[in-house]
């Protein structure tokens, strides 16, 4: 990860006041040796496979501004710290005190990036904005980030993610969000936590690091969120199920086509699905708060095109396909099927999925719903991979549906290759570490 840093005398006073050390030079602020440029400023982070120590002499033939090392090296462009990752969350809250301009945060189960990224789009129309990059929403990636930020915005915008427990807090003492929203709070990631409720307790502390005087975006139609929502001052509420809120949504599809509307407007993209309109309308409602019109809200949502990975539409080669390949949980997998199923499509339509990872006990109960979902949904053609999946496959046994498990991936492709015919919608799905990408660039 290699981030441009913009205000380069503002970070220069970063680096006086931390570490006394005056640099002449800067370019980037780089994590990764294989990018690293001439007046860098490089910082070792040891992962599970490789420390960046031990090529520090090469690392320096590339003539970086500073390094840092949690080893004493005697060389004057080296600075000795204990900590690579608590450097790094000290320095980006120190740079994160330069910045007046409102914070907005977003956090969620499912949507975070969408939502996020959509937010980024509709206030570019409006306001100069800073904004986090992708999906670098760790600890490591959000404060990273943030070194590219400049003052003269008129908003930031970020997205946060949390692993483990408390890494909300812990980015939030960086970011202090004067707005903030969490999408949805589901069993995602839920193997790193102790329960369900440690991670809604992780989720939403965004809330509780929330500025006294700002507001928090509330969605009603989540019982963990709105719980937790309670005692805050400032709400903004938005929902699908209930009319007395700020931004009421319906969400309908009658012959083949799509009526959605907030607070009786239509909204209309030509993606559009009932994913989507979840994302629009938390955009929406931060938006329109914020004081942008409708009509220009509007006219960014036509604009918008679905994230790589994250049910992106791809006509090819006759077939029709959504990639929603980025991740999977069990609330995605049924939205996501259930937007598929949904389409105005004349040919066969045909499920290409695999495991949910970082269930941890839910796991297996996960993947029998899974099952159960698809079945009484009942596509054309099922096919399966993966350990857990297969829990889900045992429960699929609608005689109109076709349904093949595989225990290796080169023999699924080859008979998804044999199997599709011109016409027909095919959606693929799985936790990213199975990379149904692949599969995708071979058709």
Same mark, same amino acid.
């Given at each position: 990860?290699?981030?441009?840093?913009?205000?380069?005398?503002?970070?220069?006073?970063?680096?006086?006041?931390?570490?006394?050390?005056?640099?002449?030079?800067?370019?980037?602020?780089?994590?990764?040796?294989?990018?690293?440029?001439?007046?860098?400023?490089?910082?070792?982070?040891?992962?599970?496979?490789?420390?960046?120590?031990?090529?520090?002499?090469?690392?320096?033939?590339?003539?970086?501004?500073?390094?840092?090392?949690?080893?004493?090296?005697?060389?004057?462009?080296? #600075?000795?710290?204990?900590?690579?990752?608590? =450097?790094?969350?000290?320095?980006?809250?120190?740079?994160?005190?330069?910045? &007046?301009?409102?914070?907005?945060?977003?956090?969620?189960?499912?949507?975070?990036?969408?939502?996020?990224?959509?937010?980024?789009?509709?206030?570019?129309?409006?306001?100069?904005?800073?904004?986090?990059?992708?999906?670098?929403?760790?600890?490591?990636?959000?404060? #990273?980030?943030?070194?590219?930020?400049?003052?003269?915005?008129?908003?930031?915008?970020?997205?946060?993610?949390?692993?483990?427990?408390?890494?909300?807090?812990?980015?939030?003492?960086?970011?202090?969000?004067?707005?903030?929203?969490?999408?949805?709070?589901?069993?995602?990631?839920?193997?790193?936590?102790?329960?369900?409720?440690?991670? #809604?307790?992780?989720?939403?502390?965004?809330?509780?690091?929330?500025?006294?005087?700002?507001?928090?975006?509330?969605?009603?139609?989540?019982?963990?969120?709105?719980?937790?929502?309670?005692?805050?001052?400032?709400?903004?509420?938005?929902?699908?199920?209930?009319?007395?809120?700020?931004?009421?949504?319906?969400?309908?599809?009658?012959?083949?086509?799509?009526?959605?509307?907030?607070?009786? &407007?239509?909204? @209309?993209?030509?993606?559009?699905?009932?994913?989507?309109?979840?994302?629009?309308? $938390?955009? @929406?409602?931060?938006?329109?708060?914020? !004081? =942008?019109?409708?009509?220009?809200?509007?006219?960014?949502? +036509?604009?918008?095109?679905?994230?790589?990975?994250?049910? +992106?539409?791809?006509?090819?080669?006759?077939?029709?396909?959504?990639?929603?390949? @980025?991740?999977?949980?069990?609330?995605?997998?049924?939205?996501?099927?259930?937007?598929?199923?949904?389409?105005?499509?004349?040919?066969?339509?045909?499920?290409?999925? !695999?495991?949910?990872?970082?269930?941890?006990?839910?796991? &297996?109960?996960?993947?029998?719903?899974?099952?159960?979902?698809?079945?009484?949904?009942?596509?054309?053609?099922?096919?399966?991979? !993966?350990?857990? #999946?297969?829990? $889900?496959?045992?429960?699929?046994?609608?005689?109109?549906?076709?349904?093949?498990?595989?225990?290796?991936?080169?023999?699924?492709?080859?008979?998804?290759?044999?199997?599709?015919?011109? !016409?027909?919608?095919?959606?693929?799905?799985?936790?990213?570490?199975?990379?149904?990408?692949?599969?995708?660039?071979?058709?």
């Amino acid at each position: 990860m290699r981030i441009k840093i913009k205000e380069k005398n503002l970070f220069r006073r970063l680096i006086k006041k931390n570490f006394d050390y005056d640099i002449k030079n800067i370019n980037s602020f780089c994590l990764d040796s294989r990018f690293l440029k001439k007046d860098d400023i490089f910082l070792p982070i040891k992962g599970k496979n490789f420390d960046p120590h031990k090529i520090l002499p090469d690392i320096l033939k590339k003539e970086p501004s500073l390094v840092f090392s949690e080893k004493k090296i005697d060389n004057k462009k080296v #600075v000795f710290i204990k900590s690579s990752k608590e =450097i790094l969350l000290r320095l980006a809250k120190d740079w994160m005190s330069f910045f &007046k301009m409102p914070i907005i945060a977003i956090t969620g189960s499912n949507g975070k990036t969408t939502t996020k990224e959509m937010l980024v789009k509709i206030f570019k129309s409006k306001y100069k904005i800073n904004y986090s990059k992708g999906n670098y929403n760790s600890l490591i990636g959000l404060p #990273v980030n943030t070194f590219e930020f400049t003052t003269n915005a008129d908003y930031t915008i970020v997205e946060m993610g949390a692993s483990k427990p408390g890494e909300i807090d812990k980015l939030c003492k960086i970011i202090r969000p004067d707005f903030s929203i969490i999408t949805n709070i589901h069993q995602a990631h839920i193997g790193n936590f102790n329960s369900f409720n440690d991670l #809604v307790k992780t989720k939403t502390a965004i809330y509780r690091n929330t500025s006294s005087d700002g507001f928090i975006f509330v969605n009603h139609d989540d019982l963990n969120i709105l719980k937790s929502s309670l005692t805050f001052k400032n709400t903004v509420s938005f929902s699908f199920e209930k009319k007395k809120t700020d931004f009421y949504s319906t969400y309908k599809s009658i012959k083949n086509k799509i009526e959605f509307l907030i607070n009786g &407007k239509k909204i @209309y993209n030509k993606n559009l699905n009932e994913i989507m309109a979840k994302n629009i309308l $938390a955009s @929406y409602a931060i938006a329109s708060s914020r !004081g =942008i019109s409708h009509n220009k809200i509007l006219d960014c949502i +036509q604009k918008f095109e679905f994230l790589k990975g994250r049910g +992106q539409l791809i006509k090819k080669n006759g077939y029709l396909i959504v990639d929603d390949t @980025y991740n999977a949980n069990f609330e995605s997998f049924k939205a996501g099927i259930n937007s598929f199923m949904n389409l105005s499509h004349k040919g066969r339509k045909i499920l290409v999925i !695999g495991d949910m990872k970082e269930l941890g006990d839910k796991a &297996k109960d996960c993947h029998i719903s899974l099952g159960n979902y698809i079945n009484d949904k009942s596509p054309d053609i099922v096919y399966t991979f !993966g350990d857990l #999946v297969s829990y $889900a496959t045992k429960q699929i046994f609608n005689k109109k549906i076709t349904i093949k498990h595989f225990n290796q991936f080169s023999k699924m492709i080859d008979k998804i290759k044999s199997t599709l015919i011109k !016409g027909d919608a095919i959606y693929f799905k799985a936790s990213r570490s199975l990379e149904f990408e692949k599969i995708i660039n071979t058709l």
